[in-house]
């Protein structure tokens, strides 16, 4: 028994020490995994450390900030430039009831932890082993250095590396939330947060946010529209209170119960706050089209790029300041009232203009319409941009995406920097219909002979054939469904912009093609201030800016041959002879190989006429009289070069932008709104010529001032000559209908091209200049008769209308009530033709000079009495056609001339 005793004890002790060492095994082994576990964790702090942003990255978070342009108040925004609409707003901006509902229902305790909150970390722990919903355990600091610096796409990942995935962006944002804590106060946490939260529908950040979808301020939210913006903050894709109103008013709800229940909030508020509605009928999203100056907004865009490039001002790393992402803000001259004024003359008169030119073309097709002048090559030339129109959609992108793609992509790879585009399919279709197309290209400059090298060898290749093959069914497609009828929106007069209707696609190109455009701009004279930009009747459907487009200028460019004239000693008293006025070969400095004898539209009145009255009605023959003493055109390049106009800069085909040829007195120059609103402003500022500026100030996102604008002004005409053009501007539309009626002190020239392409108006005011051009972007798309097409009636009732409005608003920066003032001292020319004697120019009988200028007597042009306008009116030379006069031998002599305008 005692034996068996020992036994026994012997085996326990055994056992016991086996036990006592598998215990001490399993402890050391427990212990290494938990040094393990700690070195992991010490390891992935140290490593995340340096793999999460620096302190000196987050002192300067990279998002994408839109530019904000400033009116001229500095304090109306016009609209914003970006890539995401983000503007950020400051903590004081911020409502407190938005802010205590963000803490109240993301982070209760934010202003007790340090970015991150250890309680509920181990609540979310404990959920996690007892598999329960515990809620979130990130903080509002966690969840900004989500949005921040986070990359969380964990697509195509299996479990494991899911899980470590998450392991490790989530370690990565604790870290960084500590981090941010201590760059950053309490309120700029709250502010950044609210300002980088995509709310989505194109409103990133509270300020967009609000913007969109209660169309107010931050600062002027509600209470329950706060508690929206909170119950977004957990999914703005799924609480969208446009596209799911009722579940995101139950999550609001949810919001302001926790407001309640942490104390921001009494019961009673929070119960009123519940049963109101979510109303969004504000709601509108925003786009580059949307706001004041359109068109303005988007040309500002490539100067600011191009003022802060060329002037070396970079951020501090070196890099180029970015427009679209930096937060730059733009103060520019802008006055948001004659802007929105310049808006609604624009659509009063443009409708109305629009409706008359619908009902001239109803049953008339521009593209194929045919006049006594119109040859083959024309109506090719206007079905080729046509069919370049159809080709340029996003609708034939994507069937030629489809049918031709892959087939193109193999044969670009074939040649090193090629792209295959159609017109070059089309070349090829042509050479292999008939051989010699590409050499008679090439010798009118049309193609690279290395592209032409290349064409050859794909129309030899072996991908030709299936090539064409693709082609001609991609046209066949094309001509398919361009000519299907499809609902669709088109542009309109109205409040939204466009109208909803069915037309078949390729109608819908010849409708937009078919609207008359306009391009108007207004400046103060003496500041060179840009008050008003309109650059098309709708930046949606048309983004083409016609203030800084080249179209032919017509008679608005004469005052510049008269302000020569004067400046050289002549009086507007002089007389000329309306007849017909030729510049012989060999004549003056002129250089022509042929005689050149311009017309007036109205053919010669044969009496005589003053430069007051040659002006007025606008009388080629004046011009030619003019130009014919000054026996160059040196002296009117040399003002309009001062007056701001580059006289010696080149159009990309070499030819000079105001040529030396005399048909430049009759307007054969292609100019811009820009700069003839310009050059016409020193006439209304006493001769003192001040460029357009329309960008005062440039600062970052920090408020530091990174460019400001000085103006530049020169003296570009004495005094006296420009008040004498003062008056004779004013004596051009004394009684001209609109114009007659306002209170300002006014002058004023119109301007008609060939066939009436181009009308304008220039207007100047002492307080004010308006240029405006109106016309088609295509040629062809113009008025029939001078009646309709003429700048009096295309351009002029713009000003009237826009200047009414202006005089009625009583601005502070526009008094209707100031008047040019004559300079002081001996003007030295004669403005009353009663004491003038002629000195008796070439061809004009002293005898036959006026008795007196009466400036109370008016004649508009319009309503002259020269002859009736020929049924097929005489053409208005263009720069390049063979009606100008050449400084090169041309075979035979022109006849040709401007219109009366």
């Known amino acids: 028994m005692a034996d068996y005793r020992e036994n026994t004890d012997a085996q326990k002790q055994r056992e016991w020490a086996i036990r006592a060492e598998k215990h001490e095994l399993w402890a050391r082994r427990m212990w290494r995994i938990f040094y393990g576990v700690l070195a992991v964790l010490f390891l992935s702090i140290v490593t995340f450390s340096f793999l999460t942003p620096s302190f000196k990255k987050l002192e300067d978070p990279s998002l994408n900030l839109a530019s904000e342009v400033i009116a001229g108040d500095d304090t109306t925004v016009l609209g914003r430039i970006y890539v995401q609409n983000r503007a950020p707003v400051t903590f004081n901006q911020l409502p407190k009831n938005l802010l205590a509902a ?103 950040g509270i300020r967009a946010a609000s913007e969109v979808y209660f169309a107010k301020k931050p600062e002027n939210l509600t209470l329950e529209e706060s508690a ?45 706050a519940k049963k109101t509605a979510l109303d969004v009928s504000k709601f509108k999203t925003v786009s580059h089209n949307d706001g004041l100056a359109t068109y303005f907004r988007t040309t500002i865009a490539e100067d600011v790029k191009r003022l802060l490039k060329e002037r070396g001002i970079t951020k501090s790393d070196g890099s180029n300041y970015d427009v679209y992402r930096d937060g730059l803000k733009i103060y520019t001259t802008i006055e948001p009232q004659m802007q929105i004024m310049a808006e609604e003359a624009l659509k009063e008169h443009m409708s109305a203009l629009q409706a008359k030119f619908f009902r001239v073309w109803k049953g008339k097709d521009p593209w194929t319409y045919r006049d006594a002048e119109t040859t083959d090559d024309m109506i090719r030339i206007r079905l080729g941009t046509l069919d370049a129109q159809i080709r340029g959609s996003d609708r034939y992108g994507l069937l030629r995406d489809k049918i031709l793609d892959d087939l193109v992509s193999k044969i670009e790879d074939e040649f090193e920097n090629f792209t295959l585009m159609d017109s070059d399919i ?9 051989s010699g197309h590409f050499d008679a290209m090439m010798k009118t400059n049309s193609i690279n002979p290395k592209r032409v090298d290349i064409l050859l060898k794909i129309l030899r290749g072996e991908y030709w054939r299936e090539l064409r093959v693709r082609w001609n069914a991609l046209q066949a497609q094309v001509k398919l469904d361009f000519n299907k009828p499809a609902k669709m929106k088109v542009f309109a007069y109205n409040a939204a912009g466009e109208k909803d209707t069915v037309m078949t696609p390729l109608d819908s190109i010849r409708y937009h093609k078919m609207h008359m455009q306009i391009g108007s701009l207004g400046v103060d004279p003496t500041s060179g201030h840009v008050k008003f930009w309109v650059g098309g009747v709708g930046h949606k459907y048309f ?136 050059a016409y402003s020193a006439f209304a500022n006493q001769g003192m010529f001040v460029r357009p500026m329309y960008i005062s100030k440039i600062t970052d996102k920090g408020g530091r001032v990174l460019y400001q604008g000085i103006a530049e002004r020169r003296q570009a005409l004495p005094k ?53 051009w109106v016309g088609g972007e295509d040629q062809w798309i113009r008025f029939l008769t001078i009646a309709d097409g003429q700048g ?110």
């Open 228 to 272: 929206t913006f909170v119950a977004m903050c957990n999914n703005s894709s799924l609480f969208n209170p446009v596209r799911r109103n009722e579940k995101t008013r139950t999550r609001r709800n949810l919001v302001l119960d926790r407001t309640f229940t942490a104390g921001f909030i009494n019961r009673a508020t929070c119960e009123a």
């Open 792 to 901: 009096s009636a295309m351009a002029r009732p713009f000003f009237a209308k826009f200047m009414n409005k202006v005089e009625k608003a009583n601005l502070r920066t526009y008094d209707p009530n100031t008047r040019f003032t004559e300079p002081e001292g001996d003007l030295g020319i004669i403005l009353d033709c009663s004491q003038y004697q002629e000195t008796g120019p070439s061809g004009i009988p002293t005898e036959s000079v006026p008795t007196e200028f009466n400036p109370n007597r008016f004649q508009d042009e319009e309503q002259s009495s020269r002859t009736p306008v020929p049924a097929t009116p005489t053409k208005t030379p263009t720069t390049g056609n063979p009606s100008v006069p050449a400084t090169k031998k041309k075979p035979k002599a022109v006849d040709d001339g401007f219109g009366g305008e």
């Open 102 to 204: 963000l803490i109240a229902t993301e982070d209760k305790r934010f202003y007790e932890h340090a970015g991150v909150d250890p309680e509920a970390l181990a609540r979310v722990v404990k959920g996690v082993f007892l598999r329960q919903k515990q809620g979130g355990g990130s903080t509002l600091t966690m969840q900004l250095a989500k949005l921040l610096y986070s990359d969380r796409d964990f697509k195509n990942m299996n479990f494991l590396e899911k899980a470590l995935g998450y392991y490790y962006r989530k370690l990565s944002e604790m870290i960084t939330a500590v981090k941010l804590e201590r760059a950053y106060t309490k309120e700029e946490i709250l502010t950044m947060y609210l300002n980088t939260y995509d709310f989505g529908n194109n409103a990133p």
């Open 720 to 772: 006296n000559v420009a008040y004498v053009m003062q008056r004779m501007l004013k004596y051009n539309v004394k009684a001209a209908p609109g114009v007659n009626s306002l209170k300002s002190d006014v002058g004023g020239k119109t301007g008609t091209t060939n066939d009436y392409r181009d009308g304008w108006f220039m207007g100047i005011t002492p307080n004010l200049v308006v240029g405006t």
């Open 426 to 434: 089309i070349n090829m279709l042509r050479e292999e219909a008939k």
């Open 543 to 678: 983004q083409f800016d016609h203030v800084k487009s080249e179209r032919q200028v017509g008679s608005t460019f004469k005052p510049f041959v008269y302000a020569a004239a004067i400046d050289l000693g002549m009086s507007p008293c002089k007389t000329i002879h309306d007849v017909a006025q030729t510049i012989g070969v060999g004549e003056g400095s002129f250089g022509l190989s042929s005689a050149w004898t311009p017309k007036n539209s109205g053919g010669y009145s044969g009496g005589y006429m003053n430069l007051w009255d040659a002006l007025k009605e606008s009388k080629n023959t004046a011009s030619v009289a003019l130009l014919k003493e000054m026996g160059s055109t040196t002296r009117i390049r040399e003002i309009v070069n001062e007056l701001g106009i580059p006289v010696d800069a080149k159009f990309a085909n070499g030819q000079l932008r105001v040529p030396r040829n005399p048909a430049i007195c009759l307007g054969a120059v292609d100019l811009q709104v820009f700069e003839m609103t310009g």
